[in-house]
């Protein structure tokens, strides 16, 4: 994965024009390049698909198409994209479907603006970054997840892949939480070296996302190690 070249793009969407331009505004006085606002779900997913952001800010309360339904299509069309949902809703079903959509991270609106710009920041990198007290809820989600009964495996199915010694290592620490910056100091290595591992392990498992990389990692026990 290479490193950010220039400034992160942003995309806000949100239904009401007010706040949508006053995020847009504080983003791009703080540096970041706003590429493109939406105030509903069509409008989004063909804007977002146009201008190609790299961190999606959005609401998921929109008119037309759902704000999950806008994080599935957005992500399946594009792997590389990060989805900050910024809702004013704290509800537990309402977080963990919109990180089962594939959003990234997920940020109450009651967030200062220095929290919401710092999140941006993360989220670019591929940090989870949740409001306080809703990491637990996924971190538990994907326990519970994790613990049901698999699907009968079959005799035909194909051996799970080899990571290395350091990939297993990554992977074991994603699972606990902690953040890329934080992997890369406990390992002392770089922040871009963290990105590649995690990159090759999503590659030689076949999954598409942090998200799906932390349950695989937590079906197999490894953040208990």
């Known amino acids: ?7 992160i793009k942003v995309m806000v969407v949100d239904d009401h024009p007010m706040w949508r331009d006053a995020v847009a505004r504080d983003l791009g006085e703080s540096g970041f390049e706003v590429v493109a606002t939406a105030g509903d779900g069509d409008q989004a997913v063909r804007r977002a698909k146009a201008a190609g952001p790299d961190v999606l800010v959005l609401d ?3 008119p037309l198409k759902p704000g999950v339904q806008v994080c599935k299509e957005l992500v399946g069309h594009n792997p590389a994209l990060r989805v900050l949902v910024l809702s004013a809703s704290g509800e537990h079903a309402d977080v963990l479907e919109a990180v089962k959509s594939g959003a990234t991270g997920y940020l109450l609106k009651s967030a200062s603006t220095e929290e919401l710009l710092d999140a941006v920041r993360r989220t670019a990198v591929g940090d989870p970054v949740f409001t306080p007290g809703l ?8 326990r519970r997840l994790a613990s049901e009964p698999a699907p009968a495996a079959d ?3 194909p051996r799970a ?8 290592e990554v992977l074991r620490l994603v699972a606990k939480g902690l953040s890329y910056k934080q992997i890369a100091e406990r390992l002392v290595i770089s922040h871009r ?12 498992l076949q999954l598409h996302n942090r998200v799906e990389l932390v349950r695989y990692a937590i079906e197999r026990g490894l953040d208990d190690e």
């Open 1 to 7: 994965m290479s490193e950010q070249q220039g400034p």
């Open 60 to 62: 998921l309360n929109l």
């Open 135 to 142: 990491a637990g809820l996924v971190l538990g989600e994907y």
């Open 155 to 157: 005799a035909d199915q």
């Open 161 to 168: 892949p080899e990571l290395t010694d350091r990939e297993t």
């Open 193 to 204: 070296t963290v990105q590649n591992h995690v990159q090759n392990t999503l590659g030689k």
